[in-house]
Each structure stands twice: as C-alpha cells, then as structure tokens.
C-alpha cells in the first residue's frame, strides 16, 4: 500500500492507523496538524483513521518564524 | 450610519467648558502638528485662538498652496427659477415674501447661458428655488442639457434630492453638488425652516451623502453663517466634510463659507460674522481638512475677497447676478441675496493676476 | 498609568510582538521572551521532517505567551487560508498573521489577496492580522473586511532599513481605526521607538533581535525602546518654537483702520 506523506511516497506494509504511524514516526510529542486527503483532522480522531491505498497525508507543526 | 450619528455625539458636548479650557499653549502646540484632529479643529474656533489669527493665516496659506497651487478656480452661477414653497425665515426667495416669481423657458436658459459663455468661464452652477413641482427633477435635466453646450463643469444649487433623482441628473452631466445645512443645530433649524420641502432636518443633512453615493464628482457644503452660534455651525460644518472624504474617498469635498446678507422679508440676524471671524473659521477649516475646497461667493465685498485669496479660498463666483434672468434678460429686481462683489469677470480675473495667483476658468471636462 | 492594548478581546500590557525565526538556537527563545517582555509571539507552520527531528519550537514557547501563526508561504488568499485553518487545527488559538507574498525577490505581499484571505477568514472567527504595504485604500479594505489590526511593513522583510515607508504608516495611523502594527524592517531600537512615538500600536521585531551578536540583550533594548516611545506619545511632544514675528503680512488688513 503506497501512501504520501508530506510529498514522499511511502510503502506500508501492514494496516495502519493514523495515530499508529504518528508514533512510528516519533512527533507525537510534537503539535502537530494532519491534513488527510485535503481535510483537516481533528486529534480524537487519528486512532479512527485507517489508512489505505494512495491517501495523502500532510503533517505540519509549527517552526520559528516572523 | 450618517453624519447624523456625529452630530449626535457632539450635540449636546459642553462647548463653553471646552472653549474655557484652551490655553495659548494649546493653540501653539496645534498649529505646530502636521494633521490635526476634531478636537483640535474645534480649539482653533475659541477665543483663545483669534489671538493667532496670522499664524493660522500663515499656516492655511501654506498648506493650501501646497495642495492647490495659487490658483483660484472661477465659476458663475444661474438661477433659473426661483419659485419656492418653503418659508425659510432667512431667504429672499422665502414663499411668504409676495415678489415676482420667474421660471425660465428653455429658450431663455439658452439665452443666458450664451450671454454668460461669452465671460469665457466653463464652470457654471444651475440654482432653482425649492418647488419640486415647478423647477422638476426633469426640468434640471433638460436645462443641464442646454447647460452642457455651453460649460465644462455644470453643478447644482437646487433643493435635496434621492440618491436616484441625483443619478439621473449626474448621467446626465452635472458634476458638482452645493448644498447647504444653513444650520446644524435641530432645533432651530425646525423654527428656520417652518414649511416645506426643506422642512426635513435629516433628508437635508444626508443629501451630499446621498449624491457621494450616486457617485458625484465633488460635493460642496456649508452652513449659512449667522443664523446659530458660529463656532457651533462651523465645527459641524468640518465634521461634516470630514465625515463626507473619510467615508467617499473618490469625491471632492468642498466647504462654502456664505455669511448672511441682506435680503427681501424682514429676518433679524442673530450672530453677526466679522471679518477677523470669517478668517478664523476659514483658516482653521483649511488647517482641519488641507485638501478640502474652500468657496467663497460674490456675497463678500471686493477688497476683503481680494485680501483672503491668499488665507485658503480655491473656489470664487465671479460676475454673479442672483436673480432669474439677470444676465441677458435683464431682471434684477428680485435677488436672493444682495450681491457685494459686483466686479465683471474680466475685473475678477486682473484681481487676482495682480496677487500672482492665476484665474482658472476651466478646471476639467468630463468625457 | 495603565496602557493597555487589546486586540480581537485580548488585553496586552507589551507592545513589543516578537518572531521565533532566525535565532543561533530556539533555545534562546524563553530568555527573549523574558527580556523584552513580549507577550505575543508569531510563529510559521511547516511540515514535520522526519530525517531531522531534532527540537520542536513550541516547547521553547511558555504557555502564557499568545501565539501568532503567520502563514509564510502563502502566494495567495487560498493557500493563506488552508495555513490559517490548519494553524487553528493545530490548537493554538484563533489568532492569524495573514502573510501572501507571491514576490521571493523582494517578499513583497500581495494587498488583493490579503483583503480576500482576511474577510474569509474573519467570517469564521479568526482575529485576523494582516501583513501590507503601508497602503490606505488595502487598509480600509480590510477594516471593512473584519481585520483586527493592520500591520504595515517599515522597509521589506528583513533588510533592517528602519521606518522608510514612515509617511504612509502616519497616514494609516491618523485613518485607520485599528490598531496599527509596524512589521518588518525594523532594524534598531530607535526605529521601534520611532513608530511608537508616530502612534503606532505595537511593533513586531524579529530578524533585528535574532540576528544581533546578544539577542538577549538586544530583546531587552527593543522591550525599552518600544515603551519609551509609547509613552512619548502619550505625554504628547512639546511645540517646535518658531521665531517671533513683528509684523502680519496676511492678516494686517484685518486691522486696518477703515
């Protein structure tokens, strides 16, 4: 199953949830905005979100700035 | 929201209290900032301020120089009806005064209007009394028509109107709006203005919003002064244009500084406007709004016009009869007001040559 | 005295907004804070690199302290609005630095789409702060599109120019009915000091902070400069004296015996 996220594609190999991959990554002490297929998700829900085959995801958090 | 709301907040404001509070120092620190405010404005109208009168002079000078140059732009009105169903204590035109009512045919405006045209002046400013029924929305129009071979720049000096009726008449050529609250104060002007049309405080007072919003080119404001106390009237007087350039960016706002003359009827003039007065309220509306025009007409004498060219005028009448048909129909018998400045145009424009300003007769066309 | 400055409800006691970019190390971050004093600070929203995870700016970012998303990165009023909503997403509040800058030469913003983005985004609740050209008309446009305060840039971003666009700042102040922001060029102390004594409301400083050899220091210098100034505004200035005058050119006629 290929997924993108934050522009890279990525191969997963089993089924996933939202908040499973947030921890794969290791920012989930992070705060962070997911942006799944174009709409934004609300925290309570990323255990709800089982990822499939071609979604997009964007994880954005904050970075210094002016 | 109106200009209605402003006067509101202002209405009852403590003016004695506040004139009694300005101190030389105020003044001195006003006419050394670069915008003033409202406030600001209103303390250049006390008593303390008339001792500054050449420092506002200078001031308004300067500022009025660098925002029009030293040009004076020459216009020449035309009454051509003088009918009128209002019974304004003031006015020579009142309907209570028994006097020989005129209304020209179309022919005889274009006999005035050539007559006048030869004066070589473009701008001219159409005046009827307030009778709706007579001087019709469709009667200006077909006189503005006429009113366009001849003219440049055609305003109006007629009664209130909607925001349509001004539509109609602005497609139709008219560029500019005079129109005057004679007096902001509500009270007496409901005494002033007993009868008729112009009885409406508020259809009045919103009329040069109204045309703003029919997309007038420059509206042209005033209050008559005399009639109420005239720090009163010319305070508003500066809120309302200021009101009119913050909220309609695209007109230009101009400010008339009528003073009250002689007349038909037999009205008492309550608030005599000196010289030094009517220097102090001019100077200190050009240092309040230093892009407002500032329109002075032949109601003053000559050489005080002479002499206040330099302190912030931009606008003057020139070779004015106030009387329907009195250019080449020859009728001077009943005028609204009593002319002061009777100079011929030709007389007007070596006046102010003299001054090394020059006399604009043309200001734009619209295309 | 108490001279408050409240925006979209919020009562702030400093004037002084600071930015999060630029500096040697976000740890810096708390200490600024602490001497300048500011209680407002902006920071962009960008997506998580996973190959370098290293530090995350917000926990630099006491939890007193209002923060500002801008939405650098924005080109136009569409992009800007999918930053400020994933901004509020994110849980940091309603407050939004409406940045479009479709110019990377110069990072001059674009006031059309700034107006669009702003009265979008009003209508859903954010307080709303948009970035511009110090231009009058672009103002008044976004008053009436629901702007909480204008925020007028000094000189471009980043060039530490100091107040050059001085003249139309003044005029913003004097027509604007909000609270008026100066952002971006700000180069020195007095420069903030500067816009303080013209009437400005607040001062945002980053670059000028973040890239001076003792940020903190200099964090603590902009936190002084932008209240002496404010209260050189409030005291009000003392006339310029011009030399006396004898006679009245203008006005003699006046006096003239008749």
Same mark, same amino acid.
């Given at each position: 199953m290929i997924i993108k996220i934050n522009g890279k594609q990525e191969n997963l190999t089993k089924q996933t949830t939202l908040s499973e991959l947030i921890k794969d990554k290791k920012i989930d002490s992070y705060i962070i905005v997911v942006e799944y297929n174009k709409k934004i998700i609300p925290k309570e829900e990323f255990d709800k979100i089982i990822l499939k085959d071609k979604d997009k995801l964007e994880i954005l958090t904050f970075v210094g700035g002016g | 929201m109106s200009f209605y709301d402003t006067y509101l907040k202002y209405k009852n404001f403590d003016f004695k209290n506040f004139f009694n509070s300005v101190t030389e120092n105020k003044i001195k620190y006003i006419l050394s900032k670069e915008r003033i405010n409202r406030l600001?404005?209103?303390?250049?109208?006390?008593?303390?301020?008339?001792?500054?009168?050449?420092?506002?002079?200078?001031?308004?000078?300067?500022? @009025?120089?660098?925002?029009?140059?030293?040009?004076?732009?020459?216009?020449?009105?035309?009454?051509?009806?003088?009918?009128?169903?209002?019974?304004?204590?003031?006015?020579?035109?009142?309907?209570?005064?028994?006097?020989?009512?005129?209304?020209?045919?179309?022919?005889?405006?274009? @006999?005035?209007?050539?007559?006048?045209?030869?004066?070589?002046?473009?701008?001219?400013?159409?005046?009827?009394?307030?009778?709706?029924?007579?001087?019709?929305?469709?009667?200006?129009?077909?006189?503005?028509?006429?009113?366009?071979?001849?003219?440049?720049?055609?305003?109006?000096?007629?009664?209130?109107? @909607?925001?349509?009726?001004?539509?109609?008449?602005?497609?139709?050529?008219?560029?500019?709006?005079?129109?005057?609250?004679? @007096?902001?104060?509500?009270?007496l002007y409901a005494k002033l203005h007993p009868a008729g049309h112009k009885k409406d405080y508020h259809f009045r007072l919103n009329a040069p919003e109204s045309a703003c919003m029919a997309k007038i080119r420059s509206v042209n404001i005033g209050a008559l002064l005399g009639l109420d106390e005239w720090q009163k009237d010319a305070f508003f007087t500066g809120l309302h244009a200021d009101y009119l350039q913050n909220k309609y960016m695209d007109a230009e706002v101009s400010i008339s500084l009528p003073r009250i003359r002689p007349h038909a009827g037999d009205f008492k003039i309550s608030h005599q406007i000196t010289d030094k007065t009517f220097v102090q309220i001019m100077t200190a509306i050009r240092i309040f709004m230093p892009r407002a025009g500032i329109t002075v007409s032949t109601r003053e004498a000559p050489e005080f016009r002479n002499n206040i060219i330099k302190l912030g005028v931009t606008k003057m009448s020139a070779g004015s009869s106030a009387s329907v048909g009195g250019y080449a129909l020859h009728n001077n018998d009943t005028k609204q007001f009593d002319i002061s400045d009777t100079r011929s145009v030709k007389k007007m424009e070596e006046a102010i040559t003299k001054l090394n300003y020059q006399p604009v007769f043309k200001d734009w066309q619209t295309l | 005295m108490e001279d408050i400055l409240e925006i979209g409800g919020e009562k702030l006691n400093c004037r002084l907004f600071i930015g999060t970019g630029k500096y040697p190390s976000d740890k810096l971050i708390p200490k600024i804070i602490t001497a300048s004093g500011a209680q407002v600070i902006t920071v962009a929203l960008r997506r998580v690199d996973f190959s370098a995870i290293t530090q995350n700016v917000m926990q630099f970012i006491p939890k007193n302290i209002r923060l500002l998303p801008n939405t650098s990165g924005a080109r136009n009023f569409e992009e800007a609005v999918r930053i400020a909503r994933l *901004?509020?997403? *994110?849980?940091?509040?309603?407050?939004?630095?409406?940045?479009?800058?479709?110019?990377?030469?110069?990072?001059?913003?674009?006031?059309?789409?700034?107006?669009? *983005?702003?009265?979008?985004? *009003?209508?859903?609740?954010?307080?709303?702060?948009?970035?511009?050209?110090?231009?009058?008309?672009i103002a008044k446009q976004l008053v009436s599109a629901g702007a909480a305060s204008v925020m007028p840039l000094g000189a471009p971003i980043g060039t530490n120019l100091g107040l050059k666009t001085k003249e139309m700042i003044k005029i913003l102040i004097e027509e604007i009915p909000l609270p008026i922001i100066v952002d971006a060029g700000i180069g020195k102390p007095s420069d903030a000091c500067e816009a303080m004594e013209l009437g400005a409301a607040g001062c945002l400083v980053n670059t000028a902070i973040a890239a001076s050899n003792n940020p903190v220091l200099m964090a603590e210098s902009f936190g002084k400069a932008v209240i002496a100034g404010r209260k050189a505004y409030l005291a009000g200035f003392a006339t310029k004296q011009k030399a006396a005058k004898a006679s009245s050119p203008l006005t003699g006629f006046l006096y003239e015996e008749k």
């Open positions: - | 600001d404005f209103l303390s250049l109208l006390s008593e303390k301020a008339s001792g500054f009168l050449e420092d506002m002079a200078l001031k308004s000078h300067k500022l @009025t120089i660098s925002n029009f140059g030293k040009v004076i732009l020459l216009f020449i009105p035309i009454y051509i009806s003088d009918y009128c169903s209002n019974s304004c204590l003031y006015c020579g035109f009142s309907a209570k005064n028994k006097i020989q009512r005129r209304h020209l045919n179309y022919d005889q405006i274009e @006999t005035e209007a050539k007559k006048i045209a030869e004066t070589g002046i473009k701008h001219i400013l159409l005046l009827t009394g307030d009778a709706p029924k007579i001087a019709t929305v469709d009667y200006i129009k077909n006189s503005v028509k006429i009113l366009k071979k001849y003219f440049s720049g055609i305003g109006i000096e007629i009664y209130a109107l @909607t925001q349509n009726e001004y539509n109609i008449l602005i497609q139709e050529g008219v560029d500019s709006l005079s129109i005057y609250q004679e @007096t902001y104060n509500e009270k | *901004a509020k997403a *994110a849980g940091c509040g309603n407050w939004i630095k409406i940045e479009v800058i479709p110019d990377n030469k110069r990072l001059l913003p674009d006031g059309h789409q700034t107006v669009k *983005a702003t009265e979008i985004l *009003a209508k859903e609740g954010f307080v709303v702060m948009p970035y511009i050209n110090p231009d009058l008309i």
